[in-house]
């Protein structure tokens, strides 16, 4: 082979390589070589998610901070829970804990039957790919891809096939499949939170973790969130956990768990505003200052 023919040679992409550009940076994300079965060991348990007994502590001697203690819940499919409490009592924690974003100390964690307390890294990859959807209070978007490239983002790095219908009943149902072909600074903060939904429920995962999903929005923008969270419930079946400081906000979910200190305080089902805001009165909080559930 000559010099010449050498490098006119076209290079070949790497299928498995997706690149872009995000604040100056070359961001390159490899994706699975072939199309995942699906099915992760140790089944065990058919809630969509739950917690045995878990403690999770930080740090240690004199500084450390015993962030859950011995909590056990059960989050059964279709059910949308809030999580509520002081700053501190341990809410994200939780979720992350019950997303495998953190490991335990001492309990189990189970997500859709599956117990991930004992899953090596790429197990729990790979069952967080699959399995959950993470809802943030800061959107967490790729400013450099389009509102569509974003919501498909993780079926792509996985390699699985979007369901097109699906996809297009989804954003119809959230009311941005007209905004698809924009950058998440183009949009509205509601309209990139539901795009950040979409992302999280397409491939209709077990569990959809949301942590302050309405913390940055207006009232209205809130508003549209908590009924988008509603509704993945109701007609799709799926199991959101939400952590939110605003009593109003939790009073959409089917219940909602106390957190003080670590440990799980109150368990409400059928919320209303009163109880809920009695129980956070007796857990060391007042209620949130202004509604987005109207
Ligand atoms: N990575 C960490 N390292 C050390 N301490 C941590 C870490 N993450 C959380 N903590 C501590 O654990 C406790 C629980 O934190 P967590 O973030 O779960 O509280 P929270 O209920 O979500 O609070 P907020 O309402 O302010 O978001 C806090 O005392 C916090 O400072
Ligand atoms: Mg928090």
């Given at each position: 082979m000559t010099y010449a023919t050498a490098v006119e040679r076209p290079v070949r992409p790497n299928p498995c390589i997706r690149?872009?550009?995000?604040m100056g940076q070359r961001l390159s994300f490899r994706t699975s070589p072939s199309r995942p079965s699906g099915r992760l060991p140790g089944s065990t348990s058919s809630a969509a998610a739950e917690l045995r007994g878990v403690s999770k502590t930080f740090g240690a001697g004199d500084q450390a901070v015993r962030a859950l203690r011995d909590v056990t819940i059960g989050f059964a499919p279709g059910v949308f829970t809030a999580?509520?409490?002081p700053?501190?009592?341990g809410k994200s924690t939780l979720l992350n804990v019950l997303a495998g974003l953190d490991r335990v100390d001492a309990g189990e964690v189970f997500i859709g039957g599956t117990e991930i307390t004992g899953?090596?890294?790429r197990g729990l990859t790979l069952l967080r790919r699959r399995r959950l959807g993470f809802v943030f209070q800061s959107f967490n978007l790729m400013p450099a891809l389009t509102a569509r490239e974003n919501i498909v983002l993780p079926s792509e790095l996985d390699r699985r096939r979007v369901d097109q219908d699906e996809l297009a009943s989804?954003?119809?149902?959230?009311g941005i499949a007209d905004?698809?072909?924009h950058r998440p600074s183009e949009l509205p903060g509601g309209q990139q939170q539901r795009v950040a939904i979409a992302r999280a429920l397409l491939g209709r995962p077990d569990l959809v973790v949301c942590d302050e999903p309405t913390g940055a929005l207006d009232s209205t923008s809130g508003a549209e969130v908590l009924s988008a969270l509603r509704a993945a419930c109701?007609?799709?079946r799926q199991t959101v956990v939400m952590v939110t400081h605003d009593a109003a906000a939790a009073c959409r979910a089917d219940r909602v768990l106390v957190l003080r200190d670590g440990r799980l305080v109150e368990e409400i089902d059928a919320p209303t505003l009163d109880r809920v805001?009695?129980?956070?009165?007796?857990?060391?909080?007042?209620?949130?200052?202004g509604s987005v559930a109207s």
């Amino acid at each position: 082979m000559t010099y010449a023919t050498a490098v006119e040679r076209p290079v070949r992409p790497n299928p498995c390589i997706r690149t872009f550009w995000h604040m100056g940076q070359r961001l390159s994300f490899r994706t699975s070589p072939s199309r995942p079965s699906g099915r992760l060991p140790g089944s065990t348990s058919s809630a969509a998610a739950e917690l045995r007994g878990v403690s999770k502590t930080f740090g240690a001697g004199d500084q450390a901070v015993r962030a859950l203690r011995d909590v056990t819940i059960g989050f059964a499919p279709g059910v949308f829970t809030a999580i509520m409490g002081p700053s501190g009592s341990g809410k994200s924690t939780l979720l992350n804990v019950l997303a495998g974003l953190d490991r335990v100390d001492a309990g189990e964690v189970f997500i859709g039957g599956t117990e991930i307390t004992g899953l090596e890294d790429r197990g729990l990859t790979l069952l967080r790919r699959r399995r959950l959807g993470f809802v943030f209070q800061s959107f967490n978007l790729m400013p450099a891809l389009t509102a569509r490239e974003n919501i498909v983002l993780p079926s792509e790095l996985d390699r699985r096939r979007v369901d097109q219908d699906e996809l297009a009943s989804l954003v119809h149902s959230l009311g941005i499949a007209d905004r698809l072909h924009h950058r998440p600074s183009e949009l509205p903060g509601g309209q990139q939170q539901r795009v950040a939904i979409a992302r999280a429920l397409l491939g209709r995962p077990d569990l959809v973790v949301c942590d302050e999903p309405t913390g940055a929005l207006d009232s209205t923008s809130g508003a549209e969130v908590l009924s988008a969270l509603r509704a993945a419930c109701d007609e799709r079946r799926q199991t959101v956990v939400m952590v939110t400081h605003d009593a109003a906000a939790a009073c959409r979910a089917d219940r909602v768990l106390v957190l003080r200190d670590g440990r799980l305080v109150e368990e409400i089902d059928a919320p209303t505003l009163d109880r809920v805001t009695t129980a956070l009165n007796d857990a060391g909080t007042p209620a949130a200052a202004g509604s987005v559930a109207s």
